[in-house]
């Protein structure tokens, strides 16, 4: 019986004395790897403190977001970061300024030039120096004649930072009048010519401004007819010129960059043809098509038939030639 006590204690004292060990090994391995943590080179040592404009909109338009949403999220940010670059600019010439006064003040001479005076002069001026000042009409007149900078130079070449701040407001001005200018053309109307398209052609007209996005054309279009009430706007495709048109394209996209589809141009949206009584091949052609609605479901069916088998995904970067006459 005592043997079975004694035993009990001295498992009792390995089961502890374990347990010490143990506790004892994760304090120093956590000791190392604190250590390690600071003697290793921080991840964001090398990385610029201030993010970009894209990575500050990706930040703050995590999960979904609706495009107008997006797009007016980023037009804010484009708008922060010209007058942050504004005030910078202010900045750097306030800072250059005080500068430029601190060193004025320590300066005890001020900088003298001569420009092209002769011998003759020089002599003169020497001699009047060591001359005794003389006093004309009751003033005293100076030891020497001073000589300084020539205001006739041209100095346009050289720094100036009324110039710069001058034409820094000027070109903000300009940039401001130019965006009201864009705000007031987007908001001028046109009256779109289109096609419903399901195998044949029902053609109508709505009135759009030329700000407004394809999905809102097509929200206008789905009105004008019953078999299209029943059908969302992302179920819809606008197809111009052979190109399918996505819905967050405006029509101001189009205008302002004058671009151009495979059968015509995308900045026309009235329906006439190309008359001319010379057909001219090296002159490029002015015919307008009328622009096609289908349903996507129905794109899907008879996309490898004529002539939904000739459409493709408008890409702003791609060029896709000159349509000329043949």
């Given at each position: 019986m ?13 089961i502890k004395?374990r ?8 304090r ?8 390690t943590?600071?003697?290793r ?14 990575e ?18 980023r037009?804010?940010?484009e ?14 010439y306030d ?5 430029t ?7 005890k ?10 011998d ?14 003389e ?23 050289l ?12 070109r903000?001005?300009?940039r401001?009048e ?6 007031e ?28 996005t ?16 029943g ?19 405006t ?5 302002i ?5 495979k059968?015509?141009?995308?900045f026309n949206?009235d ?20 622009g096609?609605?289908?349903e ?5 069916r008879?996309k490898?038939?004529?002539p939904?088998?000739r ?6 970067e791609?060029?896709?030639g000159?349509?000329?006459i043949?």
């Amino acid at each position: 019986m005592a043997t079975n006590n004694a035993e009990g204690r001295r498992e009792d004292a390995f089961i502890k004395q374990r347990a010490q060990n143990r506790e004892e090994y994760e304090r120093q391995k956590q000791t190392l790897i604190n250590e390690t943590e600071k003697s290793r080179p921080s991840v964001n040592k090398f990385v610029g403190q201030n993010d970009s404009m894209e990575e500050t909109l990706k930040n703050q338009t995590i999960g979904l977001v609706r495009l107008e949403d997006f797009q007016q999220r980023r037009k804010e940010l484009e708008e922060a970061k010209a007058r942050e670059a504004a005030r910078t600019n202010e900045l750097k010439y306030d800072l250059f300024r005080d500068e430029t006064r601190r060193v004025k003040k320590r300066k005890k001479t001020k900088a003298t030039l001569s420009f092209a005076m002769d011998d003759e002069g020089d002599v003169e001026g020497d001699t009047s120096s060591r001359q005794t000042p003389e006093v004309e009409n009751g003033e005293q007149v100076s030891k020497r004649a001073k000589f300084r900078k020539n205001p006739n130079v041209d100095t346009s070449f050289l720094p100036d930072r009324e110039r710069e701040e001058a034409e820094r407001k000027e070109r903000e001005r300009l940039r401001q009048e130019w965006i009201r200018r864009q705000e007031e053309l987007k908001q001028e109307e046109i009256e779109i010519t289109y096609s419903y398209w399901d195998g044949s052609g029902h053609r109508k007209s709505v009135v759009c401004k030329k700000g407004d996005t394809i999905s809102s054309f097509l929200e206008k279009c789905r009105q004008q007819f019953p078999e299209l009430r029943g059908v969302s706007v992302d179920n819809l495709m606008y197809i111009k010129e052979d190109l399918i048109i996505p819905h967050h394209h405006t029509f101001y996209d189009f205008i302002i960059n004058k671009a151009r589809g495979k059968s015509g141009p995308l900045f026309n949206f009235d329906v006439h043809d190309d008359i001319r009584l010379l057909a001219d091949a090296t002159k490029e052609k002015d015919e307008s098509h009328a622009g096609k609605v289908v349903e996507r479901s129905w794109y899907q069916r008879f996309k490898h038939i004529f002539p939904a088998s000739r459409w493709e995904i408008y890409d702003p970067e791609k060029d896709y030639g000159k349509y000329t006459i043949a």
